[in-house]
């Protein structure tokens, strides 16, 4: 079992920067994928970022350029930098983690983080 636990999020003006934490614990060392997904009221959650354990990154056309997924030397805690943020970007972010274990593929969630992009 991987248990996700996010914070970093909040009220943030528009153009305004916020930094989310996405910690993992239980069987991490079965994590191969760690991604942050957002959710805004009435859309579909929708990938907004992810990172390998080989460190490749990927991201939604919507934040390229603006958003960072990252990490430190270990495989948690995983960042996200979100800068020039917009009423856009308002949703609950969620952190997700893709593992195998004893061959067998697992899927996890956080309990989400709410982003609001108000003036």
């Known amino acids: 079992q991987v248990q996700l636990v996010e914070s970093g999020g909040g009220l943030v003006q528009p153009g305004g920067s916020l930094r989310l934490s996405c910690v993992a614990s239980?069987?991490?060392?079965?994590?191969?994928?760690i991604a942050w997904y957002r959710q805004a009221p009435g859309k579909e959650r929708e990938l907004v970022a992810d990172i390998t354990n080989d460190d490749t990154k990927s991201y939604a056309d919507s934040v390229k350029d603006r958003f960072t997924i990252s990490r430190d030397n270990t495989r948690t805690p995983v960042y996200l930098q979100m800068n020039s943020l917009s009423p856009d970007d308002t949703a609950v972010y969620y952190c997700?983690?893709?593992?195998?274990?004893?061959?067998?593929?697992?899927?996890?969630w956080g309990q989400g983080t709410q982003v609001t992009v108000s003036s």
């Open positions: 997700n983690a893709k593992a195998n274990l004893e061959w067998h593929d697992y899927e996890y």
């Open positions: 239980g069987v991490t060392w079965s994590i191969n994928v």
